[in-house]
């Protein structure tokens, strides 16, 4: 009740703080820069290995969002977001534009000084703005959208085609990797088994000569046979070896085409800014918020401070007295008219 | 803290006091009734009655009315008191000046400043000759116009026959008492009266030095909480289950 009887006593003390909040929300609102949209849309593939869901640790996730969580990771990794950067137009606008990344209170004119640093190299600027600037969410089981935010449509288009290139490049990369190693496990493995085919051979061509009437298939000789019989086997074993050898050489020579997703929409430059209605709200929500934080905070403290009585119950609960009279307050003027003499 | 306390208003007496005459006639004595009415706000009468009744005394008293400091009201309730005492049931009052630092109650009932207490107290004179009547049977004894210093005037007064002189001519004595904290002769002023009343005016003094003034006291007093006043609408204090 003390909370209340402070609250409508000091309205201004309350209505203050929300009124300063709203209008440094709306001030930080007007002099942000405009901002413009660009989406590309990836289509998922979920035949290829690395997308089925039967390789997932969850087999009920969708290929889209093991793809999005891929993206979203490799966007929080510096060397990722630097060379989405240089790839796309990103790093040069923000070389060209020095104040442009500058968000928050540091978009704020007279505030600029306090909050940017210039130090900030522009790879530092890139990596900390381009996780802010880009969304990845899924549009459905196999589709993924990127959409980024840039201060104009080319920067905006540009980086999302970055985006996307970088995030091919690195899965070619990595698939890469992974394919060349096969191809070198094969190759080693088919070698060996190319060495114990003609070992094997050469055992049966030397006891076939020397021993000239054994037919050459071994029949009717218990030692020929069973050297035939090592040559047929070892011949299997070299002929499956190297079918995965030239399947991993296929598969290395084409890694190109197996990235998993296609591009069904390539990002375009779209000459209309974002709708700035929104972030109004949001940002005037947020200055609501804080003034009413305020507000709250400096009620609270004024009921605290004040330490005098306001009520009957005051006197009995902190003193112990009895209070005869409780007498409201009345206006000088409630008095007798004929003379304004103050009692 | 008492920059806001805006003191009521009292009809005008000057006038009155120049035509009147120590007998009242019926009418005159109507008209006077009247007279007191306005010279407090409703309210405040109506306070002073709830203050009395519950207080609880009968016939013969003396009324001490202090605060804590300055500005809470004491001289207002003082007069309040006195004018329901003679209204609600014709009582002769005196109401005295006890603030002998800083006399104010003759300059707001529209009253000669002296001689008063402090003239009377140098000397063997009879408290009848030193009182001017407010209105009906209500007089006043004002602190008067020597400059002595306070404590020296109050010791003077607690040793002379004043005090039964004012029991013998009045029926109630109603003394307007300087703060408990705010002067040296505070809690001395009150020892003189038989019911110290303390006025704390709503959001005026802190807590703390109310409880200090307490101390001062030889006994706890009734309290009359002035100028109470809720910021809160009245929808919202139903609300939140004050049915005050």
Same mark, same amino acid.
């Given at each position: 009740m003390r909370f209340f009887e402070t609250l409508f006593r000091h309205p201004l003390v309350a209505i203050l703080p929300i009124l300063v909040c709203l209008l440094v929300a709306a001030g930080y609102q007007a002099s942000q820069p405009k901002s413009y949209t660009s989406t590309g849309s990836l289509y998922i593939d979920a035949s290829v290995p690395g997308n089925?869901? /039967? &390789?997932?640790? &969850? +087999?009920?996730?969708d290929p889209s969002t093991l793809q999005q969580s891929a993206i979203q990771e490799l966007l929080t990794t510096r060397s990722f977001a630097i060379a989405v950067g240089d790839k796309g137009p990103l790093a040069a606008y923000l070389a060209s534009h020095p104040r442009a990344e500058s968000t928050g209170l540091g978009a704020v004119p007279l505030l600029s000084s306090l909050f940017s640093?210039?130090?900030?190299?522009v790879d530092d600027q890139v990596a900390n703005d381009l996780t802010n600037m880009v969304i990845v969410a899924t549009g459905g089981p196999q589709v993924v959208n990127i959409t980024v935010t840039a201060p104009s449509p080319s920067v905006a288009a540009g980086t999302a085609q970055a985006v996307i290139d970088e995030y091919a490049s690195q899965t070619t990369a990595a698939l890469t990797s992974t394919d060349r190693v096969a191809v070198q496990y094969y190759d080693q493995q088919l070698g060996q088994a190319e060495a114990t085919l003609q070992r094997a051979q050469q055992q049966l061509s030397a006891y076939l000569a020397a021993h000239p009437t054994v037919p050459s298939t071994g029949i009717g000789n218990a030692t020929a046979t069973e050297l035939a019989q090592a040559v047929t086997l070892d011949t299997t074993s070299y002929q499956s070896v190297l079918s995965q050898y030239q399947s991993a050489e296929l598969s290395l020579a084409n890694v190109g085409s +197996?990235?998993?997703?296609? $591009? /069904?929409d390539a990002p375009s430059a779209s000459a209309t800014p974002v709708s700035s209605s929104k972030k109004l709200v949001e940002t005037g929500l947020a200055g609501l918020v804080v003034g009413l934080l305020v507000s709250v905070l400096l009620i609270t403290a004024l009921t605290a401070m004040?330490?005098?009585?306001?009520?009957a119950e005051d006197i009995r609960r902190t /003193?112990? /007295?009895? $209070?005869a009279a409780t007498i409201g307050r009345f206006p000088p003027s409630a008095a007798g008219t004929r003379r304004g003499n103050a009692l | 803290m008492t920059g806001d306390v805006a003191p009521p208003r009292l009809a005008p007496l000057s006038a009155l006091h120049a035509a009147r005459s120590p007998g009242l006639t019926r009418d005159k004595e109507v008209d006077a009734s009247q007279e007191a009415r306005q010279l407090v706000p409703p309210a405040l009468l109506q306070g002073a009655r709830e203050a009395l009744q519950r207080i609880g005394q009968n016939g013969h008293g003396t009324y001490g009315v202090t605060s804590?400091?300055?500005?809470?009201?004491r001289t207002s309730i003082a007069t309040a008191l006195a004018i329901v005492e003679w209204l609600d049931h014709e009582r002769r009052v005196v109401l005295v000046d %006890?603030? %002998?630092?800083q006399p104010s109650l003759h300059q707001r009932l529209g %009253?000669?400043? #002296?001689?008063?207490i402090r003239d009377l107290v140098? #000397?063997?004179?009879?408290v009848e000759d030193y009182v001017q009547r407010i209105v009906g049977d209500v007089w006043l004894l004002s602190a008067g116009r020597s400059r002595d210093d306070a404590p020296r005037g109050l010791n003077r007064l607690a040793e002379s026959t004043i005090m039964s002189q004012l029991s013998e001519w009045a029926d109630v004595a109603v003394f307007d008492l300087p703060p408990l904290l705010e002067s040296v002769t505070g809690a001395d002023a009150a020892r003189l009266c038989a019911t110290p009343i303390l006025v704390v005016r709503a959001g005026v003094a802190p807590m703390p030095q109310v409880k200090e003034a307490v101390e001062r006291l030889a006994a706890p007093p009734p309290v009359i909480l002035n100028g109470v006043r809720s910021a809160v609408p009245r929808w919202l204090r139903r609300s939140l289950g004050d049915t005050r």
């Open positions: 089925s869901p /039967l &390789n997932a640790a &969850n +087999q009920y996730v640093s210039s130090k900030t190299s +197996q990235t998993g997703f296609q $591009v /069904l004040d330490r005098t009585s306001r009520r /003193l112990g /007295l009895e $209070v | 804590t400091v300055r500005g809470e009201g %006890l603030d %002998l630092e %009253l000669r400043e #002296g001689p008063g140098q #000397g063997h004179n009879s």
